[in-house]
């Protein structure tokens, strides 16, 4: 390319903490890229989407040990690659800190009105604003690292202390999300910045598919210099995954209050009267008749909300909608719920054999999941479809319905009739999954800070809970999205923060050409025997 040509294809370019550029190029000039010796990779720059509390109780890191703003902790930076932060939650104020550790190299660009602190010390993005617009970032980064925030819930569901395992450590948020669109050539961006800032743990739900390989895989090129600079990357695992009579439990998230006992239910193929019967009873965008639901509970055989969709648009009292999954719920912008298969259709018997059917949509209230841990359906597994001898993911945490900070500008049900705005929410996904290991690595870092990324990893997995006998290798890329630290203890199933911070739980095995027992690096003064697990000879 000639030199003017050059510059105006430039779109990114990097240099802080590894070589590279982003640019514009025909597939030709790509091709003359790729036989130069200096050159590791090219590859097209994909867009990747976000992957989306009581957990850290759950994990076993309740927020009677969770240490308060001692030295340590408040000299640790979480870097968060996401969807941007909202700098106003509770979650990130910073009363009681002390400045910034001189360690951070960072600044504050987040745009206009946008102002960090010393809780949220750093905000970079190349759009005009760092301040997050969908509440995906802001969850991500108060579920690791938030500060104690009580009381907190949605519409009074899930009530009680919204904080992340350690809420005296520093935050620095990149954007490289608009909506739940991630450029790579910003992602990488980010990882370049952050590793020259100085933060000590990255956490990144982010994620794509199809997978790609390592040399084309921008998160795994980051992570691989953040490793050299002895920074570790928590990535989300992604949400491709599968699992593999007169009341039914539903699954939804509804904070609404019918005004009264029994309503009259109607099926949604006998609630139109201009398309086709398929259309109505699938209650299809502009299905129903106005008239015909109105005051009435209307029965949609359809899935992934679009039968709630119609109802809240013609005016229906409620919602009953099949289930699209069944081990989680969703937040629905009207009075919804979501049953299972059996269920909905012992709702279809009644309705078909009953001369004047009525029902009641109730509120949602919380209880305790007693099957949990457990891997939900939606989570990816592995192994790596490129290099199949990666199994991942290497350790599972909470990532199902999870309550944490929330943008209020964010839309709550992407439904554009649903105009509540809320501090928090609840989410579910592998995103809401990944915050949470970041959040224990951050905390065994603050006990270990000499630790290197693998060990801080070996400790992640070798001391988890090992009652989680369903952890499956899972994919890469996508935010994934849960109230878990005090759920999670850190597992090579679900993690235990409080199990990791012990040295002799570290096994380091070395590949090699063989090793001198006696060299003094290798005396044993002062350590116990090793750890029950280890099983070698």
Not at 480 to 501: A, H, K, M, Y
């Amino acid at each position: 390319m000639f030199q003017s040509t050059a510059k105006e294809s430039l779109v990114r370019s990097y240099g802080k903490s590894f070589n590279g550029f982003a640019a514009r190029v025909t597939e030709k000039e790509s091709e003359n890229l790729k036989g130069m010796k200096e050159v590791v990779s090219v590859f097209p720059s994909r867009t990747l989407e976000l992957q989306t509390t009581r957990s850290w109780d759950f994990l076993g890191l309740p927020e009677t040990v969770v240490p308060k703003n001692t030295h340590s902790e408040s000299n640790l930076i979480l870097g968060v690659i996401d969807s941007g932060i909202w700098p106003e939650s509770p979650s990130f104020k910073d009363d009681g800190f002390g400045p910034p550790p001189k360690k951070w190299k960072g600044v504050c660009k987040g745009g206009k009105n946008f102002t960090c602190n010393n809780k949220l010390i750093g905000a970079r993005t190349s759009f005009d604003s760092a301040r997050d617009k969908v509440g995906h970032g802001t969850h991500t980064a108060s579920t690791a690292a938030g500060r104690i925030v009580h009381p907190a819930s949605f519409y009074g569901l899930a009530e009680g202390s919204a904080r992340g395992a350690i809420p005296s450590a520093r935050i620095a948020a990149y954007k490289v999300c608009e909506g739940l669109q991630c450029s790579e050539s910003d992602i990488l961006t980010a990882f370049d910045e952050a590793i020259v800032d100085g933060v000590d743990i990255i956490t990144i739900s982010i994620g794509g598919s199809p997978a790609a390989d390592i040399f084309s895989d921008s998160i795994a090129l980051g992570a691989f210099h953040a490793m050299q600079k002895g920074i570790l990357t928590v990535q989300s695992a992604g949400n491709e995954g599968n699992a593999s009579s007169t009341v039914a439990s539903g699954n939804s998230i509804n904070t609404f209050t019918l005004k009264g006992d029994k309503f009259p239910l109607v099926y949604g193929k006998q609630a139109s009267s201009s398309c086709e019967e398929l259309q109505a009873w699938l209650c299809l965008s502009n299905s129903l008749d106005e008239k015909l639901v109105k005051g009435k509970i209307v029965v949609c055989d359809s899935t992934y909300g679009s039968g709630i969709d119609e109802g809240l648009r013609a005016g229906a009292l409620g919602v009953v909608a099949r289930a699209s999954v069944e081990d989680f719920s969703r937040i629905l912008p009207m009075a919804a719920v979501e049953l299972k298969s059996p269920e909905f259709e012992a709702l279809i018997s009644y309705l078909n054999s009953t001369k004047d059917p009525k029902a009641n949509i109730l509120k949602s209230e919380s209880f305790n999941d007693t099957s949990a841990p457990v891997v939900v359906s939606f989570s990816s597994r592995g192994p790596n479809k490129i290099a199949s001898d990666i199994l991942k993911p290497d350790i599972t945490a909470p990532g199902v319905e999870v309550l944490a900070a929330f943008s209020p500008d964010a839309e709550l049900t992407r439904n554009y009739n649903d105009k509540r705005s809320v501090n928090y929410s609840i989410l579910s996904g592998t995103s809401m999954s990944c915050p949470h290991v970041a959040g224990a690595a951050v905390y065994v870092k603050s006990i270990h800070p000499d630790w290197s990324p693998s060990a801080i990893k070996s400790a992640l997995m070798t001391t988890g809970m090992k009652e989680v006998v369903s952890v499956f290798p899972s994919k890469t890329l996508q935010l994934q999205t849960t109230r878990s630290w005090d759920f999670l203890g850190i597992t090579e199933g679900n993690v235990v923060p409080r199990n990791l911070t012990s040295e002799s739980n570290v096994i380091l095995g070395s590949f090699d050409t063989g090793i001198w027992p006696e060299s003094p690096s290798f005396r044993d003064d002062g350590i116990g025997p090793p750890p029950k697990k280890w099983k070698g000879a």
